[in-house]
């Protein structure tokens, strides 16, 4: 995998202070996509474990309160990124506990692959569906157009049992 940047210290993608990382790749390549330089899977730096160890430790650091780590691209969730980003929120979710992993796809929930839903797993909050220029809001918090969802992933959901709970944004 690869990733396009890397914001140790970021206010703008998910609630509170996180780290967030923008992946290379995306299949969906939407008319009006803001990061339209991460479509390409051999853009930007690969991610190694140089890169991974970096999350952990800026995750770790308590000199800067950070609630957790942001994941969007490009799509993580993109087929050559998903094996790299299981190990990821593994090791996150067993190295950082107390942090939580917001994640930005272009695919829908109902039509996950089996490790898509195995990444599902490991995260707090996922934001799906292809950004739809038509349906632009800017007033949308965490998304681009009205289409796209904002979860909470609780245990139903990770069991596909989808009783959709869309997350209450103020």
Partial sequence: MNYHQYIPVDVINGKGTRCTLFVSGCEHQCRGCYNQATW???SGFVFDDAME???ID???DTRIV???LSLSGGDPLYGPNADAILRLV???KQECPDKDIWLW???TLERFTSKQRDILNYIDVLIDGKFEQSLKDAKLLWRGSSNQRVFEVDEALRRQKISIKE???A
């Fill in 105 to 107: 796809t272009g695919y």
């Fill in 167 to 169: 997350l209450r944004i």
């Fill in 90 to 92: 593994k090791r996150v």
């Fill in 66 to 68: 950070r609630k957790g």
């Fill in 40 to 42: 390409r899977c051999d």
């Fill in 53 to 55: 160890q970096r999350i």
């Fill in 58 to 60: 800026d995750l770790n």
